[in-house]
């Protein structure tokens, strides 16, 4: 299908649903390149012991900065909206292609790396994302004289639990202290499992899209 064809299809589309469209590559951030009145929430992280921190950065051919080598989270994120497949009308002979709708969910990801707070405490802000929802995980990513590890939570900015808590990574049991600010001092950051094969997602949980 054209782009000129896609393009008409999706604004006609758009008072139902919008388009989807796909991210070709997670983008990267640094926690204090983020605004704080932006973020859906923002975590502090205290490791028992101090994890592994060789920051480095590197441009991409698309003209983004891509970092490395320190602890950071990835955020997942859904998009539901009408995709296009190809139709066809007519004989063989004389076939036309026409637009086909079909609701779709596009996901991505991004990936912001932690403010170094002190030697053993990080900030971490989770960012909110233009035109697309939130799935309200994200797995925390570092690694301890480069033995790597992720530990996966969940969050609600409606409801309200307590979120300053100790939590044990799942791999090798390093001990850490975590600590969630959400505006209006309304929230709720638990640890939850993570979902094989898919970074920052919890198990066990309803689709996005549903």
């Known amino acids: 299908m054209k782009p000129l064809q896609l393009l008409t299809g999706c604004l006609g589309a758009a008072l139902l649903a919008g388009c989807v469209h796909s991210e070709i590559a997670p983008r990267d951030y640094l926690t204090q390149d983020l605004d704080k009145q932006q973020a859906l929430v923002e975590v502090d992280v205290l490791f028992a012991q101090a994890p592994d921190d060789r920051l480095t950065s590197r441009t991409t051919s698309r003209n983004s900065v891509e970092y490395a080598g320190a602890p950071h989270i990835v955020v997942p994120f859904y998009q539901k909206g009408l995709g296009f497949d190809q139709g066809f009308a007519g004989t063989y002979i004389f076939a036309v292609v026409y637009p086909v709708a079909k609701v779709e969910t596009a996901t991505a990801s991004t990936r912001v790396f932690g403010q170094q707070v002190d030697k053993q ?45 100790k939590a044990i990574t799942p791999t090798y049991g390093f001990p850490i202290e975590v600590s969630a600010s959400f505006k209006d001092n309304k929230g709720c950051l638990k640890v939850c499992d993570s979902r094989d094969g898919y970074a920052g997602f919890c198990a066990f949980q309803p689709p996005p899209a549903s």
């Open 121 to 165: 405490r990080y900030r971490f802000r989770v960012p909110g994302k233009a035109q697309w929802n939130s799935n309200e995980t994200f797995m925390l990513n570092f690694s301890r004289k480069g033995r790597r590890e992720a530990i996966t939570f969940r969050f609600s900015n409606e409801k309200s639990c307590p979120s300053a808590f």
